[in-house]
């Protein structure tokens, strides 16, 4: 492993509340993550702009996003383009970013994750995300993203003969780390009555097994250590580990698809560059896209065994003071799910927790956290970890 991975430091972050802000362009939002970002590293200018979008071409109209990201902060003649992994888009984006800094190839990147949901209203926006699917085999006989969640929900439950109402504990989890978050989208909590009675929306999933799609857009500036200035105002935290894993698209290819292959080779490939034991982990932003998908990527990570994941949830071990905190800052289930922004919005909520300035969710003496996003039903997994130096 080259020495270059120690030098990958995470110097400004900067978002906007993720939301439906109806009165914003894409440009808006974005230009006010990056100058926030920027002003947050004290002023350093990058290099590089990376650009993490998966809907903007059909949503927005519009492509060729690097050139407008550079414009809209005044940065014209930067090299600045798109990464696009499904939602795991800004994840790849920022992996693209250390990757450039870690070969020497630039000294400083500004990393931008930036969604538009609200470009489009009605039944079109839903084919568009189901485009991280498998277009041939799954959108074409009309299957969504959520209806490939409840299928993996209905399969886990008959394999593994786990309690329907034990997955409340994730969403109620995230909605209650939520309310102390200016930035979420839905800063209220829920009771598991209100899980028990919320409406179908593919069976067995109901409206609060799912993360709700928003406007977002947060950045991370990235740097070299020497660059940054004497009087630099925050703890260090540099971006130990950084790896794209990617499998099948379809689940109808995979021998076991409960499994999430992407996610636990990944998780397991950033344990060994970090050179840290799953145990050293501080928090754990997962990918609870859907409530499924948190406790397929507990097990993947390999802190529950393959069928018991659902048990973290019960014994409190996932709370801020529990042995392994989650979505601290909501999760996508509670933050909202800025679709290909949201894996920038996961590392910006683990820089704050790092930094200790998450007030009322602040995670105690946290120095290391996990971060994963996925694309698809993790036919893409990225996994960054993040650590205090």
């Known amino acids: 492993m080259s020495s270059h991975m120690e030098d990958v430091i995470i110097a ?29 590293s004290s002023g350093l200018k990058p290099q590089a702009i990376y650009v993490g979008n998966y809907l903007a071409s059909v949503a927005s109209q519009q492509a060729n996003l690097g050139a407008l990201m550079a414009e809209c902060i005044g940065m014209q003649g930067v090299e600045a383009f798109t990464a696009e992994a499904g939602e795991a888009s800004g994840a ?56 490939i969640a409840a299928m993996l929900m209905q399969r886990y439950l008959h394999e593994y003969r786990a309690p329907r109402e034990s997955f409340a504990a994730f969403p109620i989890l995230a909605h209650a780390n939520a309310v102390h978050n200016p930035n979420a989208f839905y800063r209220r909590a829920i009771s598991e009555q209100e899980y028990q009675k919320a409406g179908l929306v593919s069976d067995p999933l109901n409206l609060l097994d799912v993360a709700p799609y928003a406007d977002g857009a947060a950045a991370v500036l990235l740097t070299r250590r020497e660059l940054l200035p004497k009087d630099f105002p925050h703890p260090l935290i540099k971006i130990s580990a950084s790896n794209l894993v990617t499998d099948t698209i379809s689940l109808h290819d995979r021998p076991n698809p409960l499994g999430f292959d992407a996610a636990h080779l990944s998780a397991e490939r950033a344990f060994q560059q970090a050179g840290i034991d799953r145990e050293r982990v501080d928090l754990f932003e997962y990918w609870d896209a859907f409530t499924i998908y948190a406790v397929l990527c507990l097990e993947a990570a390999g802190y529950a065994e393959p069928g018991s994941g659902w048990k973290l949830g019960q014994d409190g071990s996932l709370g801020l003071k529990g042995r392994l905190p989650v979505a601290t800052m909501g999760g996508l289930k509670a933050r909202g799910f800025p679709l290909g922004a949201a894996g ?46």
């Open 12 to 40: 400004g972050i900067g978002q906007i509340p993720v939301g439906e802000h109806w009165e914003l362009s894409l440009r808006n939002i974005a230009a006010r993550a990056m100058l926030a970002a920027i002003k947050d």
């Open 92 to 147: 790849a984006a920022l992996h693209l970013g250390v990757q450039a800094i870690r070969s020497g190839y630039v000294d400083t990147v500004l990393v931008i994750g930036v969604e538009k949901f609200t470009d489009v209203v009605g039944a079109e926006m839903e084919s568009m995300i189901a485009q991280s699917a498998d277009y041939d085999f799954e959108g074409m006989q009309g299957l969504s993203i959520a209806g």
């Open 344 to 389: 920038v919005y996961q590392a910006v909520d683990a820089v704050t927790q790092l930094h200790g300035q998450a007030g009322e969710n602040q995670v105690q003496g946290a120095r290391v956290a996990l971060v994963q996003s996925l694309g698809g039903p993790a036919s893409t997994a990225v996994t960054h970890i993040l650590q205090t130096i």
